[in-house]
């Protein structure tokens, strides 16, 4: 009935009409954002703000519709209009039981997420403070280990030069006995010499030995063969 009265109404009626119903969307999607409004507050404020204005024009286009009904020659599109008006009221009302209640959950939603940050915040705080103290003892750890390295290169350039100081006097052993070797080298190769000659003279002396004792037989059994054998 109300939508016939509507429909078959004058054209500013209309307007009014369709005017609320685009109001009554605003404020809708206008909760909703405050709804989903993560914070800051002053972000939540500005929605306020303009759902306010919303309602401030809702408000005055059912007040003009109310008053278009109430002058209405007909009764029946009257009391249609003003059945209307009710209606819009009554989801005006139900609007703003949305609208505080979308502010209650987006408030405690902020205020826990300033809790979670603070909280953060001193957690990052606590977090950065260890970091310092392991930074602080990573850098004593890393001094004590790079002064450790530097007293084993120490010692290390010290074995070395030991080492170095090992080698040269190895080296100038090995010199001297080499030196030594090519003394003695020379000292062999002539008894090697002195050997060769003493046996070549002994071969000698023993083949001088040979004609004399052959010599000596000879003579022997000469003289035997005379004494003893005179008519030979």
Partial sequence: ???AAVATGSVPVRVCHQEIVKFDLEIKAAVQDIRDCPGPLSALTELNAAVK???RHLRGRIQELEQMAREQDKESEKQALLQEVENHKKQMLSNQAAWRKANLACKIAIDN????QLLQGRDSLRQRKTTKESLAESASNITESLM???RMMSQQVQQSEETVQT???SSRTILEANEEFKSMSG???LGRKLITKYNRRELTDKLLIFLALALFL???L?????????FL
């Fill in 1 to 3: 009935m109300a939508a």
């Fill in 53 to 55: 204005e919303k309602f």
């Fill in 113 to 116: 997420s300033e809790k979670d």
């Fill in 148 to 150: 450790s390295i530097s």
């Fill in 167 to 169: 080698l040269a006097n």
């Fill in 187 to 189: 000292t062999i190769q």
């Fill in 218 to 220: 000879a003579t022997v």
């Fill in 222 to 230: 000469y003289i035997l063969k005379k004494r003893l054998f005179p």
